[in-house]
């Protein structure tokens, strides 16, 4: 079938452990598929070394999924949208090389995307489920490797006004988690287990960074402390007041980083408010920014599930825009382990 006013992307994600590929349509998902490695909860956290060998054995036919659930050919593809960076580079490599090699056999544009930026924009892809947020807008991003406020002012055009000194607040989820003997990726246990609980249970300490930025690495600190502690008073702290822990936890995360949000959206006067990133699934980190229409009159952008966590839709939706203006990459582009969100 020949369909000449559709724009087909083919979007491609490896920064990290998730091996994804997605096919967009003008702005519409037809498919969006993640193989997720499985290997490193063994190890307790992502592995550089497994993660590069799983996407390579991942890409291919996760790539094949992806169009063929489109219901398209390959030669309907318009461009090809990868991850450039940031993330690790082995993984990063692997992405790179094989967007590379399709795009010349294919013979159309290649189109680097910011990881950084595709969590941001992954507000427009056209889902009924979403309400794109009107420009300027602050986004709160939140993942297992950062933690930023950033300012987006258009689509690629994207300021930094607070980040993370040490820590991602992912992080701080998942190595709490651990501490209390919860598998990897111990966050989305953390929010189920402090449903159950009581969040005034414990008190951790807040950190005190200057303006908009953040640290979590005092708090792991307390916490392990604390925990270490109390299991050589009573052997099963831990087990007894699971619940009360997490929701503890769970509290004193969400505090630290809505204390600099509403600091940010003060200082700028903007009240368009968006969470992206994988601990933007969770729920009460969710909740606490809706209440924020009430209690502060913010208008807020939260993405459905699908578009926290890593995922390829987000690549192809950046790489739709790029597309759109013109902004594509030559064979010499190379795979950037770090790279701000104010660079394309
Ligand atoms: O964006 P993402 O998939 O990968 C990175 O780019 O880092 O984020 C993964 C992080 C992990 O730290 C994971 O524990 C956390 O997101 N996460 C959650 C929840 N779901 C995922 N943290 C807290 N609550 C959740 N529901
Ligand atoms: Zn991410």
Not at 69 to 86: E, V
Not at 250 to 277: C, N
Not at 289 to 303: H, I, M, N, R, S
Request: aromatic share 8%; charged share 20%; net charge neutral.
């Amino acid at each position: 079938m020949h369909r000449p006013q559709a724009t087909y992307i083919l979007g491609i994600e490896s920064s990290c452990d998730d091996t994804s590929a997605a096919v967009l349509c003008n702005g519409k998902i037809l498919s969006n598929i993640i193989a997720n490695q499985e290997i490193h909860a063994k190890y307790g956290g992502v592995v550089p070394e497994l993660a590069s060998r799983a996407h390579q054995q991942h890409i291919v036919p996760v790539v094949q999924q992806a169009i063929q659930q489109a219901n398209i050919d390959k030669k309907d593809l318009s461009a090809i949208a990868f991850t450039r960076g940031p993330g690790l580079m082995g993984s990063l490599l692997v992405g790179t090389s094989f967007a590379k090699s399709l795009a010349l056999a294919l013979n159309i544009p290649l189109i680097a995307v910011n990881h950084m930026q595709a969590h941001v924009l992954a507000h427009f892809i056209d889902d009924e489920r979403q309400q794109p947020p009107p420009f300027p807008f602050l986004c709160l991003t939140i993942s297992g490797g950062h933690t930023q406020i950033v300012k987006v002012s258009d689509y690629f055009t994207m300021e930094v006004l607070g980040e993370t000194l040490d820590d991602a607040v992912g992080e701080a989820f998942d190595k709490s988690a651990k501490i209390l003997g919860l598998p990897y990726p111990g966050g989305p246990l953390i929010d189920q287990y402090a449903r159950l609980g009581d969040a005034r249970a414990f008190a951790f300490p807040r950190p005190k960074v200057g303006d908009l930025d953040y640290s979590f690495s005092g708090l792991k600190t307390a916490i392990l402390y604390f925990i270490q502690k109390k299991v050589r008073q009573h052997p099963n702290f831990i087990k007894e007041h699971l619940h009360d822990l997490c929701a503890s936890i769970q509290q004193t995360l969400t505090d630290i980083l809505f204390e600099k949000l509403e600091k940010a959206a003060k200082s700028t006067k903007i009240k368009h408010v968006a969470i992206a990133g994988g601990v933007s699934a969770n729920s009460q980190i969710r909740e606490r920014l809706k209440a924020c229409e009430q209690d502060l009159g913010w208008t807020t952008y939260v993405p459905p599930f699908a578009y926290t966590t890593d995922n390829a839709a987000m690549i192809a939706i950046t790489g739709y825009h790029k597309y759109l203006t013109g902004r594509f990459s030559d064979e010499t582009v190379l795979a950037t382990a770090r790279l701000k969100v104010d660079h394309s």
